[in-house]
């Protein structure tokens, strides 16, 4: 089923994938060893748990995993947004070659937007329902650059056409309520990309729309990235979304990263049985009646982690070890890697199952 999908993506991949290992050593993103905890009245919250990350130049780098798995609290992290009872507790977070872990609110702002930019689930958190969504836009350049109010009007015009907005002169007037929540994304993405920035980060950016608007939406990321130098840190619960888009999936789990690899090798050779779990929740388009598996049970308080494996109460195939030590995440290779004990011996081998 998977690689039908990612099938569809193949031919227009393999020039890019080229492309991609010419240019490995540039990392516009480099995210190491991640803690990210909570310290509430009940305990301490691990809700990023030393991860690491890596996203190149000109990448779409998605995140998966379950609601609760710490992928937003990733994205708050880069941010410098974590808030209280929350803190960083250890990691180091490079953007374009900067250490942000430690930036103060004053230093980031001037990075947010201008370096590193963002959309959520739903833009009309984000945009002021007084304001036009012209003129909201057109500060995002003027907040950053020395740029006259015409200018900033012509490239937020330009933009709204980039990014599909029908009648972009006419939509620079409107107000967010005016607009569907479609055109509402398009304008976000505007929003995120007028100013060039090194990495946009999308968390859940098409959840709220319906799976066409999706589609749109996931095309028009997927070729403004090719267009700009822009790499894109892609969210989402929902692996059609990273067969969509992604190059490369680090796919989260109770605070961790349990598996990570380019996206036709993960979609080919899927390991960890968690990653084989979210596979099989896809909805197949080709079933009347949508089956949804879903793996069973639910992930853990993270007050209360089980021992070993963190997936191992929900895992098939448990064995004895895995709920007395927490694995490692191996190397099997061809740039995957698996936190599972089943793959243990095929460490530095790259062999398949
Ligand atoms: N304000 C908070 N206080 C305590 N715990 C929090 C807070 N925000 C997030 N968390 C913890 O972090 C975990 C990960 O959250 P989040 O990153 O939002 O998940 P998701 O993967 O759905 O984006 C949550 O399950 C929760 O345990
Ligand atoms: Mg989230």
């Known amino acids: 089923m998977m690689t039908n999908l990612a099938a569809g993506r193949a031919a227009d991949r393999i020039m890019d994938m080229a492309a991609d290992t010419a240019a490995e050593a540039q990392e516009m993103l480099a995210i190491t060893d991640l803690k990210t905890h909570f310290f509430t009245q009940k305990g301490v919250v691990p809700a990023v748990d030393g991860v690491s990350i890596r996203i190149p130049e000109k990448q779409v780098m998605g995140i ?11 994205a708050m992290s880069i941010l410098q947004l974590v808030s209280r ?11 374009d070659g900067e ?13 947010r937007g201008n370096k590193v930019s963002v959309i959520f689930q739903e833009p009309m958190t984000s945009l002021n329902p007084v304001y036009t969504v012209g003129r909201q836009v057109s500060e ?34 409107s107000f967010p309520h005016q607009l569907s ?43 403004l990235e090719e267009k700009s130098n822009t790499s894109i840190m892609l969210i989402t619960h929902n692996m059609g979304v990273v067969a969509e888009i992604c190059d490369f999936v680090y796919v989260m789990y109770a605070g961790k990263v349990m598996e990570q690899a380019p996206v036709f090798e993960l979609f080919d050779h899927t390991k960890h049985p968690y990653t084989k779990g979210l596979l099989n929740s896809i909805p197949k388009p080709t079933e009347e ?26 895992c ?18 061809k740039n995957h890697k698996v936190r599972c004990f089943l793959y243990q011996k095929d460490q530095g081998g790259g062999a398949d199952e």
């Open 99 to 111: 250490e942000l872990v430690g930036k103060s609110v004053k230093e980031m702002r001037n990075i």
């Open 316 to 333: 098939e195939y448990a064995m004895p070890e895995c709920r007395e030590r927490e694995p490692e995440l191996y190397d099997c290779g």
């Open 85 to 95: 009872p929350g803190r960083i507790v250890g990691g180091s977070i490079m953007l």
């Open 140 to 173: 995002a350049i003027t907040v950053h650059r020395q740029v006259g109010k015409q200018e900033a009007r012509q490239q937020v015009v330009e933009m709204f056409k980039a990014v599909g907005i029908p009648e972009a002169e006419r939509r620079f007037n």
């Open 181 to 223: 929540g479609g055109l509402r994304q398009r304008v976000m993405i505007a929003m995120a990309m007028v100013c060039q920035p090194k990495l946009m980060i999308a968390d859940e950016p098409t959840t709220a729309l319906d799976v066409t608007i999706e589609a749109q939406i996931l095309h028009l990321m997927r070729r």
């Open 64 to 74: 998966v995993g379950e609601s609760g798995c710490g992928k937003s609290v990733t």
């Open 289 to 314: 009646k949508q089956r949804l598996y879903n793996i069973k049970g639910m992930v853990p308080n993270l007050l209360r982690l089980p021992k070993g494996c963190r997936f191992s109460p929900r």
